[in-house]
Nanobody, 123 residues
Framework: QVQLVESGGGLVQPGGSLRLSCTASGRTFSDYAMGWFRQAPGKEREFVAAISWSPGSTYYAHSVKGRFTISRDNAKNTVYLLMNSLKPEDTAVYYC????????????????WGQGTQVTVSS
């Protein structure tokens, strides 16, 4: 089992930034690729970003590419999502997840999920 706990969500104005963190426990963190997904009200959960095991190839949804950056610190068992130039349409509950297999853009490849953290972009 892998337990994932997200933090760092909140309310931010359009154009602002937030950094989400997701800390893992229970298994060897470096054995897992990590992803971020989000679910807006009334919409299905969608892929946001992912980072592979090593050397840490990254993948992004088209809607966030160039604005969001995913990174991981295996020594801290933590994956981050730095979100810049936030837009109201980025408002959602953000989930981190852990996967053992590709493709990392597909939700069904993820075995473990966090409880989510709310991000609200509004003036």
């Amino acid at each position: 089992q892998v337990q994932l706990v997200e933090s760092g969500g909140g309310l931010v104005q359009p154009g602002g930034s937030l950094r989400l963190s997701c800390t893992a426990s229970g298994r060897t963190f470096s054995d897992y690729a990590m992803g971020w997904f989000r679910q807006a009200p009334g919409k299905e959960r969608e892929f946001v970003a992912a980072i592979s095991w090593s050397p840490g190839s990254t993948y992004y949804a088209h809607s966030v590419k160039g604005r969001f950056t995913i990174s991981r610190d295996n020594a801290k068992n933590t994956v981050y999502l730095l979100m810049n130039s936030l837009k109201p349409e980025d408002t959602a509950v953000y989930y981190c997840a852990a996967a053992r297999s590709n493709p990392l853009t597909t939700q069904r490849m993820y075995n473990y999920w966090g409880q989510g953290t709310q991000v609200t972009v509004s003036s």
